[in-house]
């Protein structure tokens, strides 16, 4: 992978940079939201690992530009703030994942080899009910509103609709995102729940149901 870290804290940024580099990938740096936003213009990186407090420019406005400027390279946001509301803000402005400090280096090198996988998957579009799903575009359609997802929200909504109307479980789920990594099933209700709000918050009635104790499943009114 080409990874570029953008991380103001010189200890956590060496520690990230050499350990990465030990696993054969190549790695570039920068300390500033400025400078790290001009680095990652450029497009060459394959994944960034984002701070949110940074000088000159906070992650989540550097993260918004990048989209902005029509740029889809993953994201995966470090953050000491751990609140629902913190990681939605990120999801928002188009992180893909997010990590909490302190974090372990090797559960980092696995989730930024799922987002350069999910991001070279080619993946036919999907229907079911009144939802509509692109996976090359990573854009959902439900009753005319076209809905941009991330690649970690839409990775899960491909999931669910490969199994609609069946339950998918929390396990599946997480495996699906994070591999072989033990089931973090706060992180999972995460990003289910930002999935929700975008696919389900605009409208009426509710398509992706939490079942209790086992997973969630998309559900339209037809097979309810």
């Known amino acids: 992978m080409d990874v570029l870290i953008i991380e103001d804290q ?3 940024a ?9 696993r054969g990938h190549r790695v570039d ?22 701070d949110l407090g940074l000088p000159r420019m906070d992650g989540l406005e550097l993260c ?7 740029h ?23 992180a893909d994942d997010y990590m909490v400090k302190p974090f372990e280096l090797r559960e980092l090198e696995a989730r930024l080899q ?5 991001r070279q998957a080619n993946t036919p ?18 009753e005319g509103k076209r809905i941009p ?19 998918v479980s929390h396990q599946r789920l997480a495996q699906g995102l994070w591999g072989d990594t033990p089931l973090d099933t706060a992180r999972l209700h995460d990003h289910l729940y930002a999935l929700r709000a975008l696919i389900d918050k605009p409208f009426p009635t509710p398509l992706i149901h939490s079942v209790h104790g086992l997973g969630y499943r998309l559900l339209a009114d037809d097979d309810a």
């Open 72 to 94: 889809g390279t993953p994201v995966l946001m470090l953050t000491a703030r751990d609140t629902l509301d913190d990681k939605l803000k990120g999801f928002a402005e188009g």
């Open 29 to 50: 740096h920068a300390a500033d939201g400025a400078s790290g936003l001009a680095r990652a213009l450029d497009g060459r990186f394959d994944v960034i690992v984002l």
């Open 114 to 118: 799922v987002l350069c996988r999910d």
């Open 149 to 167: 997802l991330n690649r970690t929200q839409g990775r899960l909504l491909e999931m669910l609709l490969q199994d609609a109307p069946r339950i």
């Open 10 to 12: 010189h200890d956590i």
């Open 14 to 22: 060496a520690n990230v940079w050499d350990f990465l580099e030990r």
């Open 125 to 142: 579009a999907s229907q079911y009910g009144p939802l509509r799903f692109d996976a090359g575009s990573l854009l959902a359609w439900r």
């Open 64 to 70: 918004r530009r990048l989209r902005q400027a029509g």
